[in-house]
């Protein structure tokens, strides 16, 4: 299957920059990537262009220039569809990827296989904040990574079911399995998406994942979480936002 990976950058130079971009290149399976950043005053934009050439991967930089909307979710949302529409015809996956996020290489694969099981046009893993404990190398090259002394859960806003959020801790919520996957309203972070269903009309809209699960939703397909595939916000580079 032809995948794109497709992640965000905004004013992120000295922040791990060069080591994150190389681990989202690093994915197997995906066969281009579209990164998408703002004008600003560091080389976040010089950076990410480098290290793409030093990997040798094909990778399309879009420099933001779109008008910003004044709050946080739909100027991101904004961004995102703005990404979209660089997909070609024959782009078959998107793999959505927060860029401060850590997965394991074999992510597209591992969600592809849950996708292919359950019929889902959006599948999502399972974002831990600091560390995952069952893989606890998924942090960044630093000499002693922040830990949390119990990890949890980190997307409370996109992961949702039957209307309600997500919660940090046990039980996150009705619908949740730990060792098999299972449907929900939504996702978010890190997910793997049917392109066929945003060339029929899925997108970001002005409230980001959420939105876009429900359009999807809409149009018969299904959303899934995959707890066994896990995705890792270090501690180092969460940010709060209030949204």
Not at 153 to 161: A, I, K, L, N, P
Request: hydrophobic share 40%; proline share 7%.
């Amino acid at each position: 299957m032809r995948t794109v990976c497709m992640s965000m950058w905004y004013g992120d130079a000295g922040k791990h920059l060069a080591d994150r971009a190389t681990h989202l290149l690093a994915k197997e399976g995906v066969r281009r990537w579209v990164w998408t950043c703002r004008p600003h005053n560091d080389m976040t934009i010089e950076m990410l262009k480098s290290v793409a050439v030093r990997g040798r991967r094909f990778v399309e930089v879009i420099v933001e220039e779109i008008a910003q909307p004044a709050d946080r979710l739909p100027r991101l949302s904004a961004a995102a569809d703005n990404m979209l529409r660089s997909l070609t015809p024959r782009d078959e996956l998107l793999l959505f990827h927060e860029s401060d996020l850590r997965t394991l290489a074999d992510i597209v694969p591992r969600l592809h296989e849950t996708m292919e099981a359950t019929g889902a046009a959006v599948v999502g893993g399972w974002p831990m904040l600091s560390h995952h404990p069952d893989y606890p190398d998924l942090s960044l090259r630093v000499p002693e990574p922040s830990r949390l002394e119990e990890p949890f859960f980190y997307d409370t806003w996109g992961y949702r079911f039957n209307g309600q959020r997500f919660r940090n801790y046990p039980p996150y919520s009705d619908c949740y399995k730990a060792d098999e996957p299972f449907q929900l309203d939504s996702v978010g972070s890190v997910a793997l998406i049917d392109v066929e269903y945003i060339r029929r009309g899925a997108c970001f809209g002005g409230n980001g994942f959420v939105e876009l699960c429900e359009r999807v939703r809409s149009l018969g397909g299904t959303v899934w979480c995959d707890p066994r595939v896990p995705v890792v916000q270090p501690l180092e580079l969460w940010r709060i936002n209030n949204d």
